[in-house]
Structures are given as C-alpha cells and as structure tokens.
C-alpha cells in the first residue's frame, strides 16, 4: 500500500478522477487478493494451526480466523489512510486510528477477563471493522469519494504510474 503512496499523492494533486480511479482500483485488487486468502483460512484454519503448532492447539483456530478477517480490514484501513495522507488529511488518520486506541483498549478490558484469548481477537476484528467503516465514511462525505464503486474486478491500467521521461 505504502508503494501507492507518491501515485495517489501526484493524482490528488493533478487529476482527482486518475485519483479516484486509482483508489478504486487498489482496493478491488486487494479485495480480490486478500477475500480469498481469507476464506481460505478460515476453511482451514483447524488443519493450518495443527501444522504450525501441532497437537492441541485446535481450539485457537476460531482466533486466527477472525484475526485473517481483520487482517484483510487493516490492508484496507492502511490503504484508506494512503488516501487521507494524500489529500494532506494527516490528522482525520490519526484521530480515526487514536479512536480506535480507545475503543479496542476498551473491549479488551471487558472481554478478556470472561472470554480470554477469543474475547481479544474479536476485540480486535470490532476495532479494525469500526476503524475502516469510519474511515470510508469520511473519503465518502468530506473527500467526495464515491466509495460504492470500490465493489467490482480491478482495472491494473489505473494502477500503474504515469511517471514519463522528456527528452527520449
């Protein structure tokens, strides 16, 4: 995501539908890439923990299939914050992420005490899906962007930079 960083900037600048455009694009690429990773995971998150630990730790698999989930949002929220820091919106992150601090802090404190391990992952999962909901609120109502595009295949032509040489 941190690659997208100098072309979403650029295009912010210059050519706000290149800009959108790019936008949409990275996240239908990284939904593609990353829903099916997901999903694979947590298919086989039982035989994927007994390989990696071996016998007995069978119960954790219902942690690592949320954690995959929150994975996936926390791609989507580091791409979301790509787009705020090229719009120079540097504080709406940090607030956004500073929130969400808060808020994780928070159920962690009610829910590991009853539901141990679990009780965090899924704190986690809330605070990564909450973070990335009110982020895309924001690209949506203050940056204009129309978020209801992200849903569909990606177009890599949009992806790529639009860097020329002069002089060639």
């Known amino acids: 995501v941190g690659a997208l ?52 730790f069978e119960a954790s698999a219902w942690v690592l299939q949320l954690l995959a989930w929150a994975g996936l949002l926390v791609a989507f929220g580091n791409l979301n914050g790509s787009v705020l820091y090229a719009a120079g919106r540097q504080k709406v992150m940090a607030v956004v992420c500073g929130l969400g601090l ?47 595009q992200l849903w569909g295949m990606p177009d890599l032509k949009y992806l790529k930079s639009e860097e020329k040489t002069h002089g060639d």
């Open 102 to 148: 808060i808020l994780n802090i928070g159920l962690n404190i009610w829910l590991i005490p009853p539901y141990t391990y679990m009780g965090a992952a899924f704190a986690t999962l809330v605070t990564e899906l909450l973070v990335w909901l009110s982020l895309m609120g924001y690209l949506r109502y203050r940056l204009g962007l129309d978020t209801h």
């Open 5 to 56: 960083f100098p072309t979403l900037s650029r295009r912010y600048q210059t050519d706000r539908k290149s800009f959108e455009r790019a936008y949409v694009q990275s996240f239908r690429l990284m939904a593609v890439i990353g829903a099916p990773v997901c999903a694979g995971v947590t298919l086989f998150a039982s035989q994927l923990v007994r390989l990696a630990f071996g016998e007995g």
